[in-house]
């Protein structure tokens, strides 16, 4: 009995193994990954520019067909090749009537990648607590560290012993601001390499956002009024230089906030259907206009908005779904799921089980259950006894004909 229940341990070892390694073989030599462009909101056109990858190199065009040179596309997109087009002595002197200085153009620029992977990555547990106005030019770690449990605790790096005293002090601030203990999502910078301290977002155990930073040693607390009901699940603190908004607030079903700078009203992002779990998002900021480049797997939006955030112009591209394209229906029909030790959303090492839509898969299994089945009787083997073999093969397909071909029943005979 034991020798059985081995060789099907050793056979499910086998599958595992092959629904991992066959995949992940296919798509190396099948897979057609889509073209998706770079795509740019131009302020001199008024239209969207983009790079796209071609058959005879980049391509460089608008929504309207006109093709552009490496030039024309830079002058067409002053704000991000100022440097270029100064050196080059093509900056023009004003765009819509504003003085082109560069001090403004290099403060008012920013980019900003969201992916899955922001999100579903590991969080840290402790924290440092900077001081926000020390005085200093350039900012300094503290010597602890913070968590929020049931109160917020400070624990000196060195010791590790807790400070009772500064703990209990914002503690206190926290509870008068009504805080709910524990905090279920903490965001900050917790790096010296940002232009100024701003402390931490935070969101209590009832899903309410607060805003924790010290300043002189003291606690600061402000509480952030939010549409209700608004389930928090990503916060990604930004450190720009025009200090226009503080972080962007990632939604289940509320859409993207940005909460912006001093005042903390919460301004929405013009990004609907955007999805945190399965959308990746590339936003650009200058002088003029901010865009929103959202990616799916079948798809590509963007979105244009002037500096009060009204939208200008969208752009959009729609491609065939990867079990939509030949190579997906092909592996499909051969495979009836896929295993993957990673994925594009988490940078977590786990098996990800993925089925194959449909049910073609069916019948090549069906195949591989009757070459099973004559393999059997080639070796002048008993049916009966190789029912649950088949059972196998039959549900995993190729990958159960490897694991018990290479563990086969006579092997413990």
């Known amino acids: ?47 969207f520019i983009m ?106 790096a060195a010791t590790n012993k807790v400070n009772q005293e500064k703990s209990a002090k914002f503690t206190r601030a926290l509870e008068e601001h009504d805080f709910a203990f524990p905090a279920r999502l ?4 917790p790096t010296t390499r940002k232009s100024c301290d701003e402390g931490y977002f935070v969101k209590d155990s009832r899903g309410d956002l607060f805003h924790v930073k010290m300043i002189k040693g003291e606690p600061y607390v402000a509480r952030i009024d939010i549409p209700d009901p608004m389930d928090i699940l990503h916060i990604e603190c930004v450190d720009l230089r025009s200090k226009e908004f503080y972080c962007y607030l990632f939604t289940r079903h509320s859409g993207v906030f940005v909460v912006m700078e001093g005042v903390y009203h919460l301004q929405r992002l013009p990004v609907e259907g955007f999805d945190p779990f399965q959308h990746e998002m590339k936003i650009n900021c200058d002088m003029f206009n901010k865009t929103f480049a959202m990616e799916g797997e079948d798809f590509l939006k963007v979105v244009a908005v002037d500096d009060m955030y009204e939208v200008v112009d969208t752009y959009e591209e729609t491609w065939d779904g990867i079990f939509e394209r030949p190579d997906g229906k ?52 008993n049916l009966l006894k190789n029912i649950p073999d088949l059972l196998i093969v039959l549900v995993t397909g190729v990958f159960g004909f490897i694991g018990t071909q290479v563990f086969p029943n006579k092997f413990y005979d």
């Open 330 to 381: 092909m592996f499909a029909s051969i495979f009836p799921f896929e295993l993957e030790l990673r994925t594009a959303r988490t940078g977590f090492v786990n098996f990800y089980f993925t089925r194959s839509p449909g049910f073609t898969w069916l019948l090549v299994n069906l195949v591989f259950v009757g070459l099973a089945v004559w393999l059997i009787l080639r070796r002048k083997g």
């Open 186 to 189: 903490i965001a900050g910078i």
């Open 1 to 47: 009995m034991m020798v059985k229940i081995s060789r099907y341990i050793l056979v499910i070892i086998g599958i595992l193994a092959a629904s991992v390694a066959l995949p992940e073989l296919y798509w190396t030599i099948f897979e057609q990954v889509p073209r998706t462009p770079n795509v740019y909101y131009s302020c001199t056109l008024n239209d």
């Open 51 to 156: 790079l796209r990858s071609g058959d005879n190199g980049i391509i460089r065009h608008d929504t309207k067909g006109n093709t552009y040179t490496l030039d024309e596309f830079e002058q067409h997109l002053p704000m991000m090749f100022f440097r270029q087009l100064m050196t080059d002595g093509t900056m023009p002197d004003s765009i819509h009537g504003v003085e082109m200085d560069p001090t403004a153009i290099n403060k008012a620029r920013s980019y900003f990648r969201y992916t899955t992977k922001d999100m579903l990555s590991p969080r840290p547990r402790l924290w440092p607590m900077f001081e926000s106005e020390s005085g200093r030019v350039n900012l300094a770690m503290p010597d602890d560290y913070f968590r929020i449990t049931t109160k917020i605790e400070f624990i000196d």
